[in-house]
């Protein structure tokens, strides 16, 4: 059970306090309401490339990090899709020192050609070292436009191209800024060794005379309900062929999101998963085979990915896929297999909520989602289901129709 | 708009609480080794099953590896179908871990499935059967991984530089190949288990939810263990001539640069004073590398240096994937922070940055169950008491500029690096 405390500032910011005492840290956690999706579909890695300038120095503190550093303190951040999150860990007594930098940051930023420039570098450096140098590392540059026609989810976090990140201004820079910062656009966890009145006072002290901003989320479209297969074939300097196939899913806050998180529990967790013990283990065509959701907010993505062993065409491996899914679909699913799944689930949910940080992102993400207290439901939710639920929600999800499929074929040589 | 002066940072202080969780021990009737971290209402169970089988106990390259992942790949009671969907069913996960020095097998699990899934985990250290189907596809599956891997410049540089600075004829400098795997047979690893499993578990730590009611049910499946672990065999290490290899990925995009040495493990006095040296070089977000490299002239995603240490020896070394046309610089420009710490003392405000920084770590580092088990892990693999982190505490409080000058010019002389570059010229 996390307990915790709600309370909104009038400039619109949405807070929430976490008490652990078992701790000595504090940690704050500032999840704003902006990601990819909302980026021009020329423009694309910007919200990520913004996130690095985040970290440049703000308008009344030159260095984002020194000061930290020099109170005990650590911090980093992500984008997805959906949202940027940047999270600060500091010695308990020292938090303040975190209302302040987090709190200057969102006033404004110190916006610099420099920065900019260098942060451009960094980025660039990073999508080579992440996208295009290790095997198989573009595997989602393709597959994603593959599988989204029209939704922004159909370019990556990092951008479309490295040209889109190279034409970032400053002028950019700054309208993003005044959009998507702003106190209306945020979640702010305060959790660990520190009490409610404590964090009270100081989010109003640091945070409380911040002003709203108008926030304008651009209109995007969602993606249409796919009518046909889809099939795209690359080729690549990789060892092994890898089979890729994405399966449009409800969105995050569907009630069938959970059953269909336990189907591809069922498919691809684990050595005792249907896909796995099938095609790994007892008929051996795969070198590795898992399944697994994006979980985006918007209707978001299964992908079941492997590689397949030399000697197995693709199109074998493929087949062999598509019939454990329709045996999936076709016969009625034990009750003991769904038994099996849920109490993985409820592991996984254990082990995630140990530790403070944990806790305080899962906080912020369940208010983005409308209902903080999923921090606590979420494991009924998944209890609730039945094997009906799954083999319902299976039926329409593996239709071919619903099927985006990525052939990414190691190059023959000689 | 408001009366904040927000210019001037908030008083901060940095006590590091040493009163800390520490763990216990006791010996179970039939001599085992066990120890135990009790967290309240964590909820959650890790025990590790620690034995004396790592890569130095092996006479093959790839035999320590290969045993720990057949493990769970049969016994002769259960196929490796039936222990995946036993222990999958109750929820829990059973992970082997081989290391150069030991190798550790660890349950994480609810506690109220420990009673049902304990049966599994003593069969898996009592009667593994190594199934020759299961062997051939761990050994195939390895293979397809390793073929995978052989396309990674940061993979590829390592396995040069330990070769390089320990030596390839032992466990902490040998690299695994393809013909390593191949030749693995169920004799090999069936050997390894009888010699290095069987006869004795090192010890047991259990942390998170360890209750007395939780322990006495662990305690009860442990009297089917045995209490004599083989003792630990010797490394010999030859190399460290230092040197500097370059191999060519002629489809990289950027280069894999690594530069260091052979240096000693924590036993050694001098490991916790290069510690803060090494987090002033290259250790955090704020570091020397990291502005230089990174955040002033852009020439990478991250670079950082770092300290490992083995039982017996340790190395320090600066990591970095690097743009091609300019690594040229990049290695000019570590080479020159380097020279740098060398010869001149580290400013004052830099040092207590560096040490308040390490301080914060240190209380992130004994926070939650399974760090503070970490940390009580560590000391027991060592043979230190908890004294080691109270005088790590000390050290870092008290060393002085010129200190970490002296172990700069002791440590970190240009003729001792190797340096190993796997990318495109």
Redesign the interface.
């Known amino acids: 059970m996390i307990n915790y405390t709600f309370f909104q500032l009038d400039n619109g910011l949405k807070v929430i306090h976490h008490l652990d005492e078992s701790t000595q840290l504090c940690v704050l956690n500032t999840l704003y309401d902006v990601g990819s999706k909302y980026e021009h579909s020329e423009k694309t890695g910007f919200a990520h490339l913004f996130e690095h300038l985040m970290f440049g120095g703000s308008v009344n503190i030159p260095k984002f990090d020194e000061p930290l550093q020099f109170a005990g303190g650590e911090s980093n951040a992500f984008t997805s899709n959906d949202i940027t999150n940047y999270y600060l860990t500091l010695p308990a007594p020292n938090i303040e020192t975190g209302f302040w930098l987090e709190s200057d940051r969102m006033l404004s930023l110190d916006f610099s050609q420099q920065s900019l420039g260098v942060q451009k570098n960094v980025v660039i450096e990073e999508y080579k070292e992440r996208y295009l140098n290790p095997p198989y590392g573009d595997v989602w540059l393709k597959l994603l436009p593959l599988a989204y026609q029209k939704h922004p989810y159909r370019w990556p976090t990092i951008g479309k191209d490295i040209s889109h990140i190279q034409d970032a201004t400053l002028e950019d820079v700054r309208a993003f800024f005044k959009n998507y910062y702003c106190p209306n656009n945020a979640i702010l966890v305060i959790a660990g060794n520190i009490s409610l009145e404590k964090a009270t006072q100081l989010t109003q002290k640091w945070f409380g005379p911040i002003p709203a901003q108008v926030n304008q989320k651009p209109k995007y479209e969602q993606e249409p309900k796919q009518l046909e297969p889809r099939l795209a074939k690359v080729e690549a300097n990789v060892p092994q062929d890898l089979l890729v196939k994405a399966y449009h899913t409800v969105p995050r806050k569907h009630p069938d999101y959970y059953v269909t998180d336990l189907i591809s529990d069922m498919l691809g967790s684990g050595k005792s998963a249907r896909l796995y013990n099938a095609l790994v283990k007892e008929n051996r065509l795969f070198s590795e085979l898992d399944c697994y959701l994006t979980g985006d907010i918007d209707a978001g993505l299964l992908v079941i990915e492997g590689k397949l062993l030399p000697s197995v065409s693709i199109q074998t491996g493929e087949m062999e896929i598509e019939k454990v899914l329709l045996d999936f679909c076709q016969k009625s699913i034990p009750d003991a297999e769904l038994q099996k799944v849920k109490n993985k689930t409820e592991t996984n949910i254990r082990f995630n909520d140990i530790g403070v940080l944990n806790k305080a992102m899962k906080l912020a993400y369940c208010c983005l989602l409308g209902n903080i207290n999923l921090v606590n439901e979420e494991v009924n939710q998944y209890n609730n289901i039945s094997t009906n639920d799954i083999s319902r929600v299976a039926h329409n999800l593996f239709s071919p129709n619903n099927c985006s499929t990525l052939q990414y074929l190691a190059k023959q040589h000689g | ?2 009366n ?1 002066n ?2 001037i ?7 590091a ?1 040493m009163n ?1 969780l520490h763990g216990s021990s006791y010996t179970t009737q039939n001599n085992i080794p066990f120890h135990y971290l009790h ?1 309240a209402e ?3 169970l890790k025990i590790d099953f620690v034995f004396n089988a790592g890569m130095r106990n092996q006479l093959f390259n790839g035999q320590a590896t290969a045993t720990g992942s057949m493990l ?1 790949e049969g016994t002769s009671k259960y196929s ?2 039936e222990l ?2 036993k ?7 059973l992970q082997s871990k081989t290391n150069v020095d030991d190798a550790q097998l660890t349950l ?3 506690p109220k ?1 420990l009673p049902q899934v304990m049966e599994y985990v003593i069969a898996v250290l009592t009667d593994c059967s190594f199934p020759e189907k ?1 062997l051939d ?1 761990y050994k ?2 390895a293979i ?2 390793f ?2 891997n ?4 940061s993979f590829l540089n390592r396995r040069a530089f330990y070769s390089s600075i320990f030596g390839k004829n032992n466990a902490y400098g040998s690299a695994v190949n393809q013909e390593d795997y191949a030749n693995i047979s169920r004799e090999t690893v069936s050997t390894f288990y009888q010699n290095n499993i069987l006869p004795g578990i090192k010890y047991v730590m259990i942390s998170g939810e360890a209750t007395g009611v939780v322990i006495s049910q662990l305690e009860s499946f442990l009297v089917n263990l045995s209490s004599s672990p083989s003792p630990s065999k010797e490394v010999v290490l030859t190399g460290n001539i230092p040197e500097k290899i370059i191999l060519e990925n002629p ?4 280069s894999a640069v690594r530069i260091g040495r052979k240096l000693f493990g924590r036993k050694h006095p001098d490991f916790k004073k290069m510690q803060v040296l090494n987090m002033a070089l290259g250790g ?3 570091s020397r590398l990291m502005k230089n490299i ?9 670079i950082y240096s770092a300290m490992e240490s083995y039982l017996d020896a340790g190395s320090f070394y600066i990591e970095t ?3 091609n046309e300019l690594r040229d610089t990049g290695v000019t420009e570590i080479l020159k922070e380097i020279a740098d710490l060398r010869e001149n003392p580290i400013g004052a405000d830099e040092l ?2 560096v040490k ?2 390490l ?3 240190f ?2 580092s ?5 760090s503070l088990a970490d940390r009580y892990k560590m000391i027991l693999d060592y043979g230190f008491t908890y004294d080691y982190y109270t005088e790590f505490v000390e050290t870092i409080r008290a060393i002085s500029a010129f200190e970490i000058q002296l172990l700069a010019n002791q440590y970190l002389q240009e003729k001792d690096l190797t340096t190993i570059i796997v990318g495109r010229k």
Do not use: W
Not at chain 2, 87 to 93: E, K, N, P, S, T
């Open positions: 708009m408001d904040l927000r210019t940072a908030p008083k901060s202080s940095i006590i609480n800390f967290v964590s909820n959650v769970t490796s179908k995946a969907d222990l999958d069913a109750f929820g829990a996960y994480y699990c609810l499935f299961e596809t195939t599956n397809q991984r073929s995978v052989q396309q990674r410049n489809h990289s995009v950027q955090f977000f704020g990174r955040e002033e002239k852009g020439l990478t995603y991250g994937e690097i743009n207590n940055l308040n920084y301080l914060g770590s209380l992130r004994i926070d939650g169950p399974f």
